[in-house]
């Protein structure tokens, strides 16, 4: 049986596992039948053939990216009883696929009738590769070793060997001891720095290939960084007011019409919980089963390798492994492009993994290494069955089994807070460089994996809470991308954790109302500001700034509806930011580099990224804290310049800036406000969505692409959340929309948070539909 609640939520009940499935699949089906579809096609690669030839290079990406026979046999490996969740689903939504072909004129999802094609059926395969193919390969398979090596080589080949490193170690360091950390407890053995000894250069045209195929694979916003997405915090009894604990989560996937979570209740068959996940995984990645609540933020174990693989000068398909060369493995890949003739591609690996790129002129090529690889089925099954868990060991016990790389968030009934960085840690040699790619040639291969106890975790925490904003998630880690610092976004939800000694329910969901306003960079900034013009009399313009940027609540907020922020501090800290950036930096580093470092991370009109303190924010702390820096600085930006008369000079410069612009009175200044949009698109650029269907609201928020909070005691647990535009994502081919489609745009908005029902008698009481299926 499926039942609908008032927002349209389903939840299934079902005796057995297959029907279970069914049921979610078939609802899947009536909701987001063409998202769904365009999931699919953009995780096995087969968008050409209904989109045409503009959709080629992202199905090439995604083909040489992943072996469909490695996950068909993953699943064919399954006990039985597994097999029925990837069957079950597939069956149900084939089931629903059915019934719309037979009346497609009031079924069939508009964009089908505006693309001009027809959903096709289902397989288990499909089911899992929606999770290869749109979650591994795009937030658990990113690496900084190629991006680090081309910084490497550029500023060398700039500046000189010597002050090129010395750039370097400032830029790219191995670990800063004050980064602000979510467990205490350290990431397992700590790994040499070990510099890129023995590798061939990069060519420029090597460097470019490596990142447009990232951004084919993980889109523009992941191409040049590891990805940093969610927010989440659990709150200990003895820190909430009511004696609960509490768990929040705002999963930072992007901001997608329809929503890229699906919200579902699964009743039966061992599982009686409600959450939601994205792209209407089999597994629900945030929820509670009333005895337990989880959630996740994207981890930063270092579970993927890039290997530089040396090429036979006469046969650019051999590489030099074991003494020797070996052939590389090669599979050829049909892709059918609509109104053309089929495109053939040949996908090549070696024994580290697949091949991303070739760098022929200097001998090489590039292949990444993955701990999850071969155990994508197995991972994704050990999160399904965390629904299933009823105490922090039964929560190990699966957290074990999750082989990518992920912070999971606990807390039950009877008052336990934890978290653990999840992920399959490799035993690597000695040799081995953290920040670069390895040789191929057999010298640093890995020697198994560390035990599962070497990952970072803690368990009710003297300080009664935990946190994480995708920051450093213990002590130690030490990992190609993992650049963190104390500049770091999390402070913003520190802060409100330990203003009180007991939070509310309401100020443990304010604590997102926070982080989705502050000014990412203004809390390590505003102090030079004011020191630098302290001195200065009040009537001075630049004493002025100072004491607006002093009495600042660090936030930006809409102003009463008006469409600007509601602070002058706004627009100075600003401008004063990036020319801060440019004065400081830019004279040292190449154009080039620069321009990597210049943007603020401040949110562009209608980004679908989620905004991180500018990368050269952590560069300019840094050479502002001197010889008190905790990463050391060898290399001296301020070329002896004292930093309090640069910061004043700056300062300055800004001001006449916006004098020129908005006037004299800085109390009048202000700063249009940004605005978020719902995108029809995906992470990878494909459409699931008719591209006039996309919703927006104003002024832009650094949150979740839901949010939602779970309130557990042992008299219950009661949950709710946000997840806009809307449960559905159906208009009809007249046009006509469903009515779910956007009912909890205003909600979010407003920070406010729907009521999920996880007892059948909550669900009963709040019913809108129903209906019996059978299968």
Known sequence: MSIRDHYGVPHIYAQDLRGLYYGYGYAVAQDRLYQMEMARRSSNGTVAQVLGKGYLEADKATRSNFDPASIRAQLQALPADDRQIFEGYAAGFNARIKEVLADKPRLLPIE????????????????????????????????QEVANLQLLERLKA?????????????????????????????????????????????????????????????????????????????????????????????????????????????????????????????????????????????????TNDVYQEQLNPQNRFEYRHDGHYTPMHKRIETIAVKGEAPYTLEVYSTVHGFVSTWD???????????????????????????????SWDEFLLQAERVS?????????????????????????????????????????????????????????????????????????????????SHVDRVNELIEPLQAKAKLSLDDIWNVD??????????????????????SLPGSDPARQAADILQQWNLQGRDDQGKGVYDSPAVPIMRAWLPAMYSRVLQDDLPAEIFQTYAQAGYPDQYSGASPQPGKASKLLWNALQGKQASVPQRYDFFNGESPDAVVLEVL???????????????????????????????????????????????????????TFRVSL????????????????????????????????????????????????EQVEANLESSMTLHY
């Open 112 to 143: 089908f009738v505006e693309e001009g094609f027809e959903p096709a059926p289902w397989s288990a395969e499909d089911v899992a590769n929606i999770w290869v193919g749109l979650i591994l390969n795009r937030f658990f398979a990113g690496t």
């Open 158 to 302: 700039s500046r000189g060997d010597l002050i090129g490193q010395q750039l370097y170690d400032q830029m790219r360091w191995l670990e800063d001891p004050k980064a602000p950390t979510t467990s205490a407890k350290a990431a397992g053995p700590l790994r040499n720095y070990n510099a890129a000894q023995n590798l061939r250069p990069l060519s420029v045209a090597a460097a470019q290939d490596w990142r447009s195929l990232q951004v084919a694979r993980l889109g523009e916003a992941a191409a040049d960084a590891m990805p940093t997405a969610s927010n989440a915090w659990v709150v200990a009894p003895a820190k909430s007011q009511d004696g609960r604990t509490v768990l929040f989560n705002g999963p930072q996937q992007g901001w997608f019409n329809p929503s890229i979570t699906y919200s579902v209740g699964l009743h039966g068959a061992g599982y009686d919980f409600t959450g939601s996940t994205p792209v209407a995984l089999p597994a629900i990645l945030f929820g509670s089963n009333g005895h337990i609540a989880w959630g996740s933020t994207v981890g930063s174990l270092d």
């Open 360 to 390: 022929v002129p200097n001998q090489t090529a590039y292949s990444q290494k993955r701990s999850w690889e071969g155990r994508e089925i197995e991972s994704l099954l050990g999160w399904a069955n965390l629904a299933k868990a009823r």
């Open 404 to 484: 990518v790389s992920i912070n999971w968030f606990y807390a039950d009934a009877q008052g336990n807070i934890g978290h653990v960085a999840v992920g399959k840690q490799p035993q690597r040699p000695d040799n081995q460089p953290v920040q670069f790619p390895a040789s191929g040639d057999g010298s640093m291969e890995w020697q198994g994996f560390l035990p599962f106890d070497a990952n970072p975790r803690s368990y009710n925490p003297d300080q009664g809470y935990l946190v994480s904003w995708n920051n450093q998630p213990a002590p130690g880690l030490r990992a190609d991308g993992a650049n963190y």
């Open 513 to 534: 109302r926070r982080g989705a306003f502050a000014d990412l960079n203004a809390r390590y900034f505003v102090p030079a500001i004011v020191a630098a013009t302290r």
């Open 652 to 706: 300055r410069s800004t001001i006449k800036s916006l004098q020129a612009t908005q006037g004299i009175d800085l109390q009048a200044w202000r700063t249009p406000v940004t605005s978020m949009r719902f995108a029809a698109v995906n992470s990878i650029g494909v459409p699931w969505a008719s591209k006039d269907r996309q919703p927006t609201l104003a002024p832009f928020m650094n949150r979740g692409s839901e």
């Open 713 to 760: 005691g042992r008299d219950g647990v009661s949950m709710c959340s946000a997840a806009p535009p809307g449960q559905s994502g159906f208009v009809a081919a007249n046009g006509e929309a469903d009515k779910h489609v956007a009912d909890q745009l205003a909600l979010y908005r407003e920070h406010g948070c729907k009521q999920d029902w996880l007892s059948e």
